[in-house]
């Protein structure tokens, strides 16, 4: 047996391919409840590991004892790692002890199916009665629903969490049926159908009863492992977009496989792009589908089905497309500013706020923090264009190459030298 | 004429107040920093917390409350030469009225743009970055901000822990906020001795900075994004870094 501190590491290390670490999307004040915590709903980042990844919640499993064997998950039955459980009173106390601290923001649990799904799923909702009742915790929560539970269970899980997550992994029932033998997509899609049913009618119950309890509020979120099947980038970003549309998730997180214990079954399709890049495209062009109105078949097509190496997924689309540019800084509307390369969010609406003024110049634009050097093939200033002779992808790319070779440097592992020749 | 104040937000105000009703000045500096200038007379302000508050509600009636706000956030920067950067904005606002802060490339309002940003930014990042340490029923948090965000985290400590007592000591400024779990208070604060914690605090501590190390994934090591993140110059207080082991 080994003591909580081992144990705390091998369940941490059982944990951390789980890439889900946001605390966001609910804001609850402590309002003198007697009990400690609260939730604030842009999430707090409390501290960033050794691989730069933010640590916002104790993520942690239960036990990783499995009874599953999934080829990419490190804790599958037949790999050779050291195992162990923490009481539903020792995760308690563990978080209240961290959250005290300021080290956390609260507790994502997760857990192995030791036994079976409902035994699971049991101890998890346990261990969050203890923290809600018991300790009062009114901090973050997000939970783990385990596919194959009882409904009930996942239900009561949900009154008690912020946010629940159940993990797709394999975007297809084909990859699922070769890596995960004992899943199947159909128990997966289960509980995410049951919360998004559950968060749609507490969303009338909240506005009908003064006293009603929310039901997961932070809204839920998936994982997809990408690299350990053949499945191109087209097909993974339109999973996303389906999820998004039809379960309403929250996040779809990406996780760039990596092989963990000795992987046999993995179907090891050449890489394109290194795995981290791919991770990091993926990511990219999450962002468009969530907050620039783009669709996934705007991004990618069965023709051109992956994403490149040298240049993000907005600036790809745009000179794919450059019968919509040049366009008029002075006077686009939003939603085509944010199509832009080089222009976000914060930098379109600093422009539309300031042209209702006066209209902006070229030495304006540029102080308005775009990044002028990519922007500026896309947009005529006062009628004005600045992106040199002519408007053709090739000229575009030529002008933008020495560009890469420093945002490759972000990724360690990713020689430019490696990523060169890939491009479309 | 350069007017001289006390370094408080309210000095500030009356001083801007009298600079916009009375006389003008032709800056606004803290009188224990000032360096006299050749030929530069100077006047002492003395500060009236009630024309201040005043002069404040004025900016948020003739602006908006956002322009009294971002003034404020401002004013906690840690840049030398803040004050006739809020001078030189609310000069142009003056003379542009209301909406003039939208004209955001322009060199007046820019710099206070940018420097209240980066202390909002600082006060977000530092409400992860806190480590408290148990000590006797208290929780103690020593750290050393850029900026002067000390105020701007008790009320979301005083809410997340009600009902505990705790210390949090901005050791730059030696400055403190005591809180007993109900109320709160900003007083001068220096420690001249070293801490000796309980051995269940250090275990709780070992504990943290053993899950730090292991919930990084070897194979995806990236210090230079950690450090994007945590810069090093935060790490002396922070419990999973500041051990020798880490540095």
């Known amino acids: 047996m080994y003591d909580i501190y081992d144990r705390l590491q091998?369940?941490?290390?059982?944990?951390?391919?789980?890439?889900?670490?946001?605390?966001?999307?609910?804001?609850?004040?402590?309002?003198?409840?007697?009990?400690i915590g609260n939730a604030r709903s842009f999430g707090i980042c409390h501290a960033w590991a050794a691989d730069g990844r933010c640590i916002s919640l104790l993520k942690i499993l239960m036990t990783n004892h499995c009874v599953y064997d999934c080829a990419y998950c490190i804790n599958r039955a037949s790999n050779d790692v050291p195992r162990a459980s923490l009481t539903p009173e020792?995760?308690?106390?563990?978080?209240?002890?961290?959250?005290?601290?300021?080290?956390?923001?609260?507790?994502?649990?997760?857990?192995?199916?030791?036994?079976?799904?409902?035994?699971?799923?049991?101890?998890?909702?346990?261990?969050?009665?203890?923290?809600?009742?018991?300790?009062?915790?009114?901090?973050?929560?997000?939970?783990?629903?385990?596919?194959?539970?009882?409904?009930?269970?996942?239900?009561?899980?949900?009154?008690?969490?912020?946010?629940?997550s159940a993990n797709i992994e394999l975007p297809s029932s084909e990859s699922l049926r070769l890596l995960?033998?004992?899943?199947?997509?159909?128990?997966?899609?289960?509980?995410?159908?049951?919360?998004?049913?559950?968060?749609?009618?507490?969303?009338?119950?909240?506005?009908?009863?003064?006293?009603?309890?929310?039901?997961?509020?932070?809204?839920?979120?998936?994982?997809?492992?990408?690299?350990?099947?053949?499945?191109?980038?087209?097909?993974?970003?339109?999973?996303?977009q389906k999820l998004y549309d039809r379960f309403q998730l929250k996040r779809v997180f990406y996780s760039a496989y990596i092989p963990v214990g000795n992987p046999k079954k993995v179907l090891a399709p050449i890489p394109r792009i290194a795995p981290l890049m791919r991770e990091h495209r993926l990511y990219q062009a999450d962002w468009l589908l969530r907050f620039y109105g783009f669709r996934a078949e705007e991004l990618l097509d069965e023709i051109k089905p992956h994403f490149d190496a040298d240049f993000d997924p907005k600036m790809i689309w745009a000179i794919r497309h450059l019968e919509q540019f040049p366009i008029e800084i002075n006077r686009a509307p939003f939603e085509t500013l944010i199509r832009v390369p080089g222009i976000g969010h914060k930098t379109a609406s600093r422009i539309c706020n300031q042209r209702q003024l006066a209209?902006?110049?070229?030495?304006?634009?540029?102080?308005?923090?775009?990044?002028?050097?990519?922007?500026?093939?896309?947009?005529?200033?006062?009628?004005?264009?600045?992106?040199g002779r002519s408007l053709s992808p090739e000229g575009i790319?030529?002008?933008?190459?020495?560009?890469?070779?420093?945002?490759?440097?972000?990724?360690?592992?990713?020689?430019?030298?490696?990523?060169?020749?890939?491009s479309i | 004429m350069d007017y001289l104040y006390d370094h408080s937000f309210d000095g500030f105000l009356t001083a801007t107040a009298i600079h916009f009703q009375e006389k003008r000045a032709s800056g606004i500096f803290p009188e224990t920093h000032y360096q006299y200038r050749l030929g530069e007379e100077t006047r002492s302000i003395e500060t009236d917390p009630i024309r201040a508050a005043t002069f404040y509600h004025e900016l948020e009636e003739c602006f908006s409350p956002d322009v009294a706000h971002k003034c404020g956030r401002?004013?906690?920067s840690d840049h030398p030469n803040k004050e006739n950067l809020l001078l030189t904005y609310l000069n142009f606002g003056f003379r542009k009225g209301r909406g003039f802060d939208a004209i955001f490339t322009h060199p007046d309002v820019e710099p206070v743009q940018t420097i209240a940003?980066?202390?909002?930014?600082?006060?977000?990042?530092?409400?992860?970055?806190?480590?408290?340490?148990?000590?006797?029923?208290?929780?103690?948090?020593?750290?050393?901000?850029?900026?002067?965000?000390?105020?701007?985290?008790?009320?979301?400590?005083?809410?997340?822990?009600?009902?505990?007592?705790?210390?949090?000591?901005d050791t730059k400024r030696n400055l403190a906020i005591l809180c007993n779990g109900v109320k709160w208070r900003m007083v001068p604060f220096k420690r001249d001795f070293a801490l000796t914690l309980p051995r269940e605090e250090l275990a709780i501590q070992q504990l943290w900075r053993g899950y730090f190390t292991h919930i990084s994934i070897p194979e995806r090591k990236n210090p230079r994004l950690q450090t994007q993140y945590m810069p090093k110059r935060y790490w002396k207080d922070l419990i999973e870094v500041n051990s020798p082991h880490f540095r």
């Not at chain 1, 110049?361 to 922007?375: G, H, I, M, N, Q």
Request: charged fraction near 20%.
């Open chain 1, 10 to 35: 091998i369940l941490a290390d059982s944990a951390k391919y789980d890439v889900s670490c946001s605390s966001s999307g609910n804001e609850r004040k402590n309002n003198r409840s007697g009990g």
């Open chain 2, 74 to 76: 401002a004013f906690l």
């Open chain 1, 90 to 164: 020792e995760i308690a106390e563990t978080t209240m002890a961290f959250y005290r601290r300021n080290y956390i923001e609260g507790l994502f649990l997760s857990s192995a199916v030791d036994v079976s799904p409902n035994r699971t799923m049991e101890r998890i909702v346990k261990t969050l009665e203890l923290l809600r009742h018991q300790w009062q915790f009114q901090g973050y929560i997000h939970v783990k629903a385990i596919p194959g539970a009882d409904p009930r269970l996942i239900q009561q899980a949900g009154f008690l969490a912020d946010r629940m």
């Open chain 1, 397 to 422: 790319k030529t002008a933008l190459q020495p560009e890469w070779s420093h945002q490759l440097r972000l990724f360690p592992g990713t020689k430019g030298g490696h990523a060169h020749g890939l």
């Open chain 2, 117 to 169: 940003a980066a202390v909002e930014w600082e006060a977000a990042r530092f409400l992860g970055l806190i480590r408290f340490q148990e000590i006797k029923g208290i929780l103690y948090a020593s750290f050393s901000p850029d900026n002067a965000i000390l105020g701007l985290l008790s009320d979301h400590f005083l809410d997340r822990l009600h009902g505990e007592p705790w210390i949090i000591h």
């Open chain 1, 180 to 240: 995960a033998p004992q899943k199947q997509l159909k128990t997966i899609l289960q509980p995410m159908n049951q919360i998004q049913q559950g968060i749609s009618e507490n969303r009338y119950a909240l506005k009908q009863y003064r006293n009603a309890k929310s039901f997961v509020p932070a809204g839920q979120s998936t994982q997809m492992i990408i690299g350990a099947t053949p499945e191109s980038d087209f097909q993974l970003i339109n999973a996303s």
């Open chain 1, 359 to 387: 209209s902006l110049s070229v030495e304006e634009v540029k102080k308005t923090r775009l990044v002028w050097k990519r922007a500026r093939f896309f947009l005529t200033v006062r009628g004005k264009y600045y992106g």
